[in-house]
């Protein structure tokens, strides 16, 4: 055992993160028989950004009629980038898991025909249920252990390595096969519950070669209070819109398109629920809500009655699509042993180039962490050595105190904020156009030899760096991502490119840290076998 190392496990199946996507995945890959641990840079079942809010679901019954529309309205919204086999098996895997959840104990809401209404969840109490879950299926939980490489031999990865927030020690966890569901990059924008979401698992996938697609499908924004960082705003649909001069820019009705992003690159923009004009009303939208109350309550704000900034939060991939490629039925990468799940993959097969929003998103939360996690375990179950056994070494190469290229420390800060700088600007990544997107990677380019310096030795040092070294090779991957796609696609807008490009049906995949190459991948058109949802033999109850 490497002498820094002061916790050392040995499982079948490591899978990193806790939000939706790798507790489905741990208990998807436990159900299977396989030895499983999971570690988080945060708590499972409050880290993330599902566990503060409600969640909305790709809920449809086994309609053959309805799902059909569901799948080609999909193909058209997404760009037809998405393949219908994958849709039919995100629709028929989420349907079935929530059917589960129900099993388990969650409390469904009745709908006004007094049905139970399946299509959305609150994120608390289901990251509570589905840790539970996860611990009753005999997962070993690691919290506030972050992972910060990956470990490699010739016969692909074999586990991690990472730091005990709790007391600053080293751990290592071997495994035949590692998940990775460390969600996607928002650059620590500060949306709720997003901040621990900074493109880790992306550039350590990248390390052993792993390619990213659709990370052009990152121009994503959150319109929320300025003084708050809650992205559920589907309040704001009982709103009315002002400028600093209190003039009415919208009220009431469908708003144009951008509208949010071209008023504020104008200037400040202010919101008052004034739809909610009645002491009725007001009880109904809160309770709707009520976590998106609360900085106003703090604030001693009445939404209702008194006129609020509002502000475009930053999602990148989060709610983009973009991500790690898979290539398997079951979330497999071109690394033997490495799965993706959630947010950090690509999920451009079953949304294409549009947003998944909570619905898609959330759901392929669901599926894609089942399915890993069935793959994991049958990989790491098909071995024949314990993983403790293998000639691992350490593949992380950037951000790293053990791969310092330089004697200066990394100013971390200074870092991330430049890389903000470049990021979180409506009028650089909202409204792209080829030459400020060239400048800004040009200036992006210059951070990455910056965090390739010292690191400190405390486990937020070691984090922070890594963290910050992620946060730049995404952003570059994001930008070369943009300029290479001359069309208007989804949520990717080119200024000089306006319209959809038919020749471009194609996923841009980009590969490489140092130097980024790209190439393009055809859309199947053909119909394919769907591959059947995964069951587990017998069910537990909690």
Same mark, same amino acid.
């Given at each position: ?11 079948? @199946? ?161 495994? *035949? ?26 550039? %350590? ?18 319109? =929320? ?24 820019? *919208? ?26 004009? =009645? ?38 991939? /989060? ?103 470049? %990021? ?12 400020? /997107? ?12 910056? @965090? ?5 030795? =405390? ?53 490489? /840290?140092?130097?980024?190459?790209? *190439? ?15 069951? @587990? ?6």
């Amino acid at each position: 055992m490497t002498k820094w190392i002061t916790e050392q496990l040995t499982a079948d @199946v490591l899978v990193i993160g806790g939000g939706p996507a790798g507790a489905w995945a741990a208990w998807s890959a436990a159900s299977h028989g396989a030895r499983t641990v999971l570690v988080d840079k945060g708590y499972l079942g409050t880290s993330g950004a599902t566990a503060p809010g409600g969640t909305g679901f790709l809920y449809i019954e086994p309609d053959e009629e309805k799902r059909q529309k569901a799948v080609s309205d999909r193909l058209r919204s997404g760009g037809y980038l998405s393949e219908s086999p994958w849709i039919y098996r995100l629709m028929e895997q989420a349907y079935l898991n929530i059917q589960l959840v129900e099993k388990w104990g969650y409390r469904f809401p009745l709908d006004e025909n007094g049905n139970l209404y399946k299509a959305h969840m609150q994120g608390p109490e289901y990251m509570e249920l589905m840790r539970r879950v996860v611990r009753k299926a005999g997962v070993t939980i690691l919290d506030q252990h972050p992972a910060l490489e990956l470990l490699v031999d010739e016969h692909g990865v074999g586990g991690a390595r990472g730091v005990n927030r709790l007391n600053g020690q080293s751990w290592e966890v071997r495994a *035949h096969s590692v998940i990775i569901a460390t969600g996607g990059c928002a650059f620590l924008s500060k949306g709720l519950g997003c901040n621990v979401q900074t493109g880790d698992g992306q550039l %350590m996938a990248a390390e052993l070669g792993v390619e990213m697609s659709g990370m052009e499908f990152s121009r994503q924004y959150a319109t =929320t209070a300025a003084f708050g960082t809650i992205t559920r705003n589907r309040v704001l649909g009982f709103a009315s819109f002002y400028d600093q001069d209190g003039n009415i820019l *919208h009220e009431g009705g469908p708003r144009e398109d951008h509208f949010f992003a071209k008023h504020l690159n104008r200037g400040p923009v202010y919101a008052q629920l004034t739809q909610g004009n =009645t002491p009725e009303k007001q009880a109904i939208i809160r309770a709707s809500t009520p976590l998106w109350f609360v900085p106003f309550d703090r604030a001693g704000i009445d939404p209702f009655t008194q006129k609020f900034p509002i502000k475009m939060r930053y999602e990148g991939t /989060i709610r983009g699509t973009g991500g790690i490629r898979i290539v398997g039925d079951y979330c497999s990468t071109t690394v033997q042993g490495l799965f993706a799940a959630g947010d950090a993959a690509s999920r451009e097969k079953t949304a294409g180039a549009r947003s998944g929003g909570g619905a898609y998103n959330a759901s392929w939360a669901i599926a894609s962490g089942t399915w890993s996690g069935k793959g994991a375990a049958d990989h790491a179950l098909a071995q024949s050595i314990d993983a403790k056994h293998r000639n691992l070494q350490p593949a992380g190469r950037y951000g790293l105190q053990h791969t310092a290229a330089s004697a200066e420390f990394t100013p971390i800060r200074d870092v991330v904020q430049a890389v903000q700088a470049e %990021m979180f600007p409506l009028s650089i990544n909202y409204f792209r156009s080829e030459s400020i /997107i060239a400048a800004s990677l040009e200036r992006l380019h210059k951070q990455f030899p910056i @965090v390739q310096g010292r690191v400190g030795d =405390t486990a937020t040092e070691r984090v922070q760096a890594r963290e910050a070294a992620a946060m730049v090779v995404n952003a570059r991957w994001m930008y070369s991502a943009a300029l290479l796609r001359k069309e208007t696609r989804g949520i990717h807008t080119m200024l000089e490119y306006p319209e959809l490009n038919e020749s471009l049906n194609r996923r841009l995949l980009l590969s490489g /840290i140092d130097q980024i190459a790209h *190439h393009w991948e055809s859309v199947p058109t053909e119909q394919s076998v769907i591959t059947p949802p995964v069951y @587990v033999k017998e069910q537990q109850t909690v």
